[in-house]
């Protein structure tokens, strides 16, 4: 059985901890802003509500870059196994 270092475990969920943080502040003041520069947008439902796309906007994505989840397995499971390399043309919004 691999085990994975401490210290890789420390500083991955450590650095996972400070993506959340960071997008945290960031969504508080896109959300100060917002409401700083409110029009009257009454009768229309707002499109983000609380946490429903911070995952995806301010986590997956930011992982994303460095394209290390959601990799495509191209073998069959086992010990080892092969995965498809990607490349992008468009700062890893779209991988080919």
Same mark, same amino acid.
């Given at each position: ?7 890789? &475990? ?10 959340? &943080?960071?997008? /945290? ?11 700083? %520069?409110?029009?009257?947008? /009454? ?20 992982? /994303? ?27 890893? %919004?779209?991988? %080919?």
């Amino acid at each position: 059985m691999i085990t994975i270092p401490y210290l890789t &475990a420390l500083t991955t969920y450590f650095s996972y901890e400070l993506l959340f &943080a960071f997008g /945290q502040i960031r969504d508080f003041f896109r959300n100060l802003i917002d409401w700083w %520069k409110a029009s009257d947008l /009454q009768g229309y439902a707002p499109i983000c509500l609380g946490l429903e796309d911070f995952y995806i906007h301010r986590l997956y994505l930011c992982i /994303q870059l460095s394209d290390c989840f959601g990799r495509p397995i191209s073998s069959p499971p086992g010990a080892w196994f092969d995965v498809v390399e990607r490349v992008s043309n468009d700062n890893n %919004k779209t991988l %080919k």
